[in-house]
């Protein structure tokens, strides 16, 4: 399994990034994917959830109505959506998934509002 993360970057508030995350070594499009982030200082946060067919998707509270989590399965690609980007935002962001045994996830984005 193998997840790469791409489009982080520097951005001021209230702009917007759009994250990709390029899977392989896996059947993409039987899995669920996950986008998580983690600050510096701040615990590990759940970001949003999608289901295998793209048709269910979930957020936490914090990002409702400003990301939109999808996925194409015809690329095997994942992405995040981020618009009226917050300071708060600022974060390492990474891609995962799991098979009900492992958890996979990728190296990383970093995405800085400032």
């Known amino acids: 399994v193998q997840l790469v993360e791409s489009g982080g970057g520097l951005v001021q508030p209230g702009g917007s990034l759009r994250l990709s995350c390029a899977a392989s070594?896996?059947?993409?499009?039987?899995?669920?994917m996950n986008w998580a982030r983690q600050a510096p200082g701040k615990e590990f946060e759940w970001v949003s959830a999608?289901?295998?067919?793209?048709?269910?998707?979930y957020y936490t509270d914090s990002v409702k109505g400003r990301f939109t989590i999808s996925r194409d399965n015809a690329k095997n690609t994942l992405y995040l959506q981020m618009n009226s980007l917050k300071s708060d935002d600022t974060a390492l962001y990474y891609c995962?998934?799991?098979?009900?045994?492992?958890?996979?996830w990728g190296q990383g984005t970093q995405v800085t509002v400032s």
């Open positions: 999608i289901n295998s067919g793209g048709v269910n998707t």
């Open positions: 070594g896996f059947t993409f499009s039987n899995y669920g």
């Open positions: 995962a998934t799991d098979d009900k045994v492992n958890t996979y």
